[in-house]
């Protein structure tokens, strides 16, 4: 997710530099990301067959591709052996800004969750003392905060960049297939399995896993393999109408299973499940090619730009805003949540902007916290 876009000096030599895509990616994921966690609360705590139920599911089965695309658009620019990259450069620049943030934001999240926590009239040195230690210890254990995990993820990949690179150079086109359609199978339609039968009958479990083939390593991979081979415009075309398929198919069958059990239920929405993957990539494919048909502006680029900048400071900074708007009573369903969720979405989105803008003007903040 962290962007290396530099503050531009000159618009022009940015428009011949930037490849515009991942920017645009990178937006529309970030934002798909504060929309996921405005509909969070509502999955859960409403009955299936509500309204607000059914808008969330709705929403979110539209939305589950955001984070497989940073991850993609991550291995798109680190695993790619033409970009320059040592350890010194991974380890001091990359992994360390990372390490920082998490650490800058784990804590302050932890010290607002201490004032939630703790009874101002009641509070002592010790018991605050205490509740702390056990707040801030949580960035070692982690996740320190719900939405920080991506960030323990990240680094994970980033550790793992080195040896993923030495695929990337001598790998050739069937290698990333088969590489791709084995992770596909066995950390994809394998669990998928194994969960929907224990749904129909505990008795029905399969007792084993490919751990080597769960995690994000498939996503990181495949970013750069749709990056640099062609997908021809008839294996688009169907890509694109099994992803759709897959939405409607999603929709239907979380309220199925959910509606079975009396609760929410997340069997579709986990990130490395067979649909889920197939809208990943129609949505990166689809992104891919909007440069290739839309003319932007320089100042449009500009702004592109500019906001991909930020996205990373934004993911951090929004639940503040979360946090906030419920405070005050604006959640997802204080109206009708058809409206009330894209509309909360865009003010964090726009709110998020405006904070990391200032934040930015901050040097230290700016280096190392975003």
């Known amino acids: ?33 504060m929309m996921l966690h405005v509909c969070g609360s509502v999955f859960c705590s409403n009955s299936v067959e509500s309204y607000n139920w059914q808008v969330v599911n709705f929403y979110e089965s539209f939305l589950r591709w955001a984070v497989p695309a940073f991850v993609m658009i991550s291995g798109m620019f680190f695993l ?28 302050l999240y932890r010290t607002i969750s201490v004032f939630e926590i703790v009874d101002i009239d009641k509070i002592n040195f010790k018991s605050l003392a205490m509740t702390m230690l056990n707040e801030y210890s949580k ?30 150079r001598h790998a050739k086109e069937k290698h990333y297939k088969y590489l791709i359609l084995v992770y ?6 394998l669990p998928l399995i194994k969960d929907s039968l224990l749904l129909v009958n505990r008795t029905l479990e399969i007792n084993f896993e490919i751990a080597e083939m769960l995690g994000f390593s498939c996503y990181f991979i495949m970013g750069y393999y ?39 239920h997340e069997l579709l929405y986990e990130t490395f499940r067979p649909n889920i993957v197939l809208q990943s990539v129609a949505v990166f494919l689809f992104v891919k090619d909007i440069p290739l048909k839309v003319q932007f ?25 979360n946090i906030l708007f419920s405070k005050i009573g604006w959640t997802a369903t204080c109206f009708n949540s058809f409206f009330s969720i894209p509309l909360r979405s865009v003010a964090t989105f726009v709110l998020s ?18």
């Not at 905060?145 to 040896?163: D, S």
């Not at 997908?231 to 079975?260: C, D, P």
Request: proline share 4%; glycine share 4%; with cysteine.
């Open 1 to 33: 997710m962290p962007s290396n876009v530099k503050e531009p000096n000159d618009v022009h030599k940015l428009t011949s530099e930037r490849i515009l895509f991942p920017d645009i990616l990178r937006i529309a994921a970030v934002f798909a990301v």
């Open 80 to 107: 790619n052996p033409k970009k320059d990259l040592n350890l010194s450069k991974l380890y001091h620049k990359n992994i360390f800004r990372i390490v920082t943030a998490l650490v800058f934001w784990g804590i």
């Open 139 to 168: 960035l070692l254990f982690g996740p320190v905060w719900y939405h920080l995990w991506f960030l323990y993820m990240i680094i994970g990949l980033y550790i793992m960049v080195p040896l993923f690179r030495v695929f990337t």
């Open 184 to 189: 596909l199978l066995l950390g994809s339609v």
């Open 226 to 264: 749709l990056f640099k081979y062609k997908v021809y415009k008839r294996t688009k075309r169907w890509i694109y109408a099994l992803a759709i398929i897959s939405v409607v198919f999603q929709i239907a069958g979380t309220f199925y299973v959910s509606n079975q059990l009396g609760t929410g």
């Open 297 to 321: 502006s320089e100042r449009a680029k500009f702004w592109i730009w500019t906001l991909s900048r930020y996205s990373f400071g934004m993911y951090l900074v929004h639940d503040l805003f």
């Open 353 to 370: 902007f405006m904070v990391v803008w200032v934040l930015d003007r901050i040097p230290v903040v700016q280096k190392y916290c975003m």
